[in-house]
């Protein structure tokens, strides 16, 4: 099993930065390809960014690219997302989530473990 804890969720006008972590345990995270995804009311949860524990790939959803970096750090057993030039349209419940396997699929289902969320919310 792996537990997973986001934080750093909040409010903040459009053109602005925040930073979401993910606290994960329970695994050798070391061996977790980790993603990040978000949920808006009335839509379905969605794919944002991810990195593997292999080479340390990244990958994006489109609408990110460039705006938005994954990171982890291992010896802290934690993942990051910092997001800048935040839109309204990013407004969502954001998901920490892991995948045992090297190359994770930028999908929903590819991922075993799952995080709480955190609201993330911006104002125009």
């Known amino acids: 099993q792996v537990q997973l804890v986001e934080s750093g969720g909040g409010l903040v006008q459009a053109g602005g930065s925040l930073r979401l972590s993910c606290a994960a345990s329970g695994r050798a995270f070391t061996t977790l390809s980790m993603g990040w995804f978000r949920q808006a009311p009335g839509k379905e949860r969605e794919f944002v960014a991810a990195?593997?524990?292999?080479?340390?790939?990244?990958y994006y959803e489109d609408s990110v690219k460039g705006r938005f970096t994954i990171s982890r750090d291992n010896a802290k057993n934690t993942v990051y997302l910092q997001m800048n030039s935040l839109k309204p349209e990013d407004t969502a419940v954001y998901y920490c989530?892991?995948?045992?396997?090297?190359?994770?699929?930028?999908?929903?289902?590819?991922?075993?473990?799952w995080g709480q969320g955190t609201q993330v919310t911006v104002s125009s």
């Open positions: 989530a892991a995948d045992p396997t090297p190359a994770p699929a930028m999908a929903v289902k590819s991922f075993n473990y």
């Open positions: 990195i593997s524990w292999i080479a340390f790939s990244t």
